[in-house]
């Protein structure tokens, strides 16, 4: 008889590692609260890597890579387990733009710090910039783009993880628990994100909050960017990315205070919404068709806890800005972890990213 695994959080992190499990051998039950998966839900969907690169984030920015080059193999995977994967990417490319000379020299700055990294997002003109994303208004004033950089459908990437894992022998549950130990199963993966030390005492994860907007396209209105934009505009960030129906505008950042708080504020909203039709004005024709927010886990130093926190708890949280591109080489890690028990495992992630580390 196969071992049983429980898996907490229906997020796609918490999702791929049942999904890979199962397909081990596993014997997998998906505990997902949030059916919709929380934070999965209402992101971007960006596999950001020189989009998200910042200077002083070097270890974060060398784990998005290694899980950036996960991605052609878990689409095939998903693929192969016959799942339709269609809808999952959005854009193949990022443009990077800046709006006044301060927001320049801050956008120089992340691309000379990419350098060392071997990423080179090339300089563009307006021409260039305006045949990716003819929207683009007359504030921008650089643009880089950084080709192959693309973002999925955070949603219909859920989805389809979500049937891998059905196919694969998962079971999904809603019902509520209150401690691990409750739980019937021989080892237990903790994938709550923000909400991690409601199971695992001290777990060192903080949220912060963000608000992000969907709008969509009535017919009359300029057609969504063929790429994800991102821009730094007037001291702010703002990202605008494609969907087949529209965009998705993000996202505010601040800490959370109050995780139950999770309504969208007016002053995050309102600077979205300035910034993006600022950036593209033909946004203004289109609909707001949701106002969400969410919360990232973040950890003291950027990276997140993945490994063991005892003989039978595995943890996977605090992904922070980059769960959707980082989920795949998680749950890779994760994976690995449970299957080498007792052995050791080999990744060499594993020690860089030890829960325990901070103790
Ligand atoms: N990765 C984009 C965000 O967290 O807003």
Redesign the pocket.
Known sequence: MSARLAVVGGGVIGSMIAWRAARNGWRTTLHAPDIDGAGTSV??G?L?CAG?GRPGEDALLEFALAARDRWPALLADLEGSGVDTADIMVAADTLLVAADSSDSGHLRAVIDHLAAFDMRPEPVDRNRMRSAAAMLGSGVRRGYLASGEGAVDNRALLAAVRCGAHSAGVTVTTEKFCRIDDLDADQVVVATGSWAPDLIEGAPVTAEK?E?LRLSRPPSAPPPPDVVVRARWRGRSV?VVPRRDGVVV??T?YEAGDRADTAPRVGGVSDLLIDATELMPGLAEYRVAEIGSGL?PTTPDGLPLVGRCDDRTVVAVGHG??GILTAPLTAEIVVDLLDAAPSPPTSPWVARLDPRRFA
Do not use: H, K, L, W
């Open positions: 992101a971007g960006m950001g998200e963000g992000i990202y993000g996202a950042q990232r800005r980059n």
